[in-house]
């Protein structure tokens, strides 16, 4: 059936009078002994009317449905299986590919199932795993769904439920909440954008990072597990070995905290030491330095510091205080503390 015949039994069955017809008045006499009453089009067989009208919106939903679902299939130029496109660089070497399970081909869009992509770079390749995605061929960008995996042969390792991956400006972003795990290190935020190799990376709130040294021992990994968290943004650029912390820090040990406005945290690039190696265990197997900023407390058991600015180095283990420090001691355990104006 068309939309014109539905469209007719609509508007029989919206109906509920018929036009006027004249019977003889009951007690009462009208002009020339008759008048005019509206009679009713369906009278006791209202159920029946009410029945009608129900199936007749269910054939519309079904019937738009069934039109919808055309549409959309004709809009498809074509459907292939097992998808792959590529892009190459200089001397023919390729330097991109995206492929899928299966593609519906349209004539901006491809909609691919069970994605992977991969990047080819001088230095590191980096892979991209989605169950769906979505690819603007015009802007070459990638939008990719559920599962959404990066990980590089570096070691990193990226997780989300969404991701927008901008192959000419070589930018991920997304705005679900995301883990990133590199060597001993595990962030988690809500929202984040970077390179795709996770070298350079912002984490945009609600900022997590958990630093497990490199130990086997259960007892002695939750005694020098370290956890800093913030209210974001949190830059990480792993090529110079900086994180900078913003916004309400904070980071937590079994027996110390440190409060402050922002922290920059530098850690051990590899092939680097310190002077005692068993010293750094103490504050992480991978940070050299935290420099802290803006309304800063130290609490160590029951003694208190607060100061402008805090540099811890781990390789003395100590704590250099600067801008107005000013130390609460209730115990005589070592602070290992120098301070200075």
């Known amino acids: 059936m068309n939309p014109k015949g539905l469209i007719a039994i609509f508007i029989l069955l919206r109906s509920k009078t018929a036009p006027f017809r004249a019977r ?22 209202e159920p029946l009317r009410l029945i009608a009208w129900a199936g007749f919106i269910f054939a519309f939903f079904m019937f738009t449905l069934a039109y919808a679902k ?63 995605g979505d690819f603007d061929k015009a802007e070459g960008l990638v939008h990719l769904e559920q599962n959404v995996v990066i990980t590089t042969s570096t070691g990193a390792r990226l997780n989300t439920n969404s991701l927008d991956w901008d192959r000419k400006k070589q930018i991920v972003s997304t705005k679900d909440l995301v883990s990133i795990e590199r060597a001993n290190m595990v962030t988690v935020a809500s929202g984040a954008h970077g390179e795709p190799n996770l070298n350079k990376v912002s984490l945009v709130k609600d900022v997590k990072l958990e630093i497990k040294p490199g130990v086997t021992e259960k007892e002695s990994e939750d005694k020098n597990k ?23 820090v904070k980071v937590d040990r079994e027996d110390s905290q440190i409060y402050s406005d922002t922290m920059d945290i530098y850690f051990i690039s590899n092939g680097d030491s310190v002077k005692d190696k068993q010293d750094t265990q103490d504050m992480g197997s991978r940070i050299d330095k935290i420099v802290a900023r803006g309304n800063v407390k ?31 001691i209730f115990s005589s355990q070592d602070l290992a503390v120098s301070s200075g104006n």
Do not use: H, M
């Open 24 to 45: 003889p008045p009951a007690g009462r006499a009208g002009i020339g002994g008759w008048t005019l009453q509206v009679s009713s089009l369906w009278g006791p067989w």
């Open 70 to 132: 055309n549409q959309t299939t004709q809009e498809s130029d074509q459907q292939i299986n097992d998808f792959s496109l590529a892009g190459y660089g200089e001397k023919g070497k390729k330097t991109w590919e995206l492929s899928g399970k299966s593609a519906d081909i349209f004539t901006d869009v491809i909609k691919l199932d069970s994605v992977v992509g991969n990047l080819y770079g001088k230095e590191e390749d980096i892979r991209l795993t989605a169950d769906r």
């Open 226 to 248: 370290i956890i800093i968290t913030c209210d974001g943004p949190l830059e990480i650029d792993y090529g110079k070995n900086i994180a900078t912390f913003k916004n309400n």
């Open 298 to 328: 130290i609490f160590r058991g029951e003694n208190v510091s607060y100061c402008d600015e805090a540099v811890y180095t781990a390789s003395d283990r100590k704590i250099l205080l600067s801008g107005r420090p000013k130390l609460i």
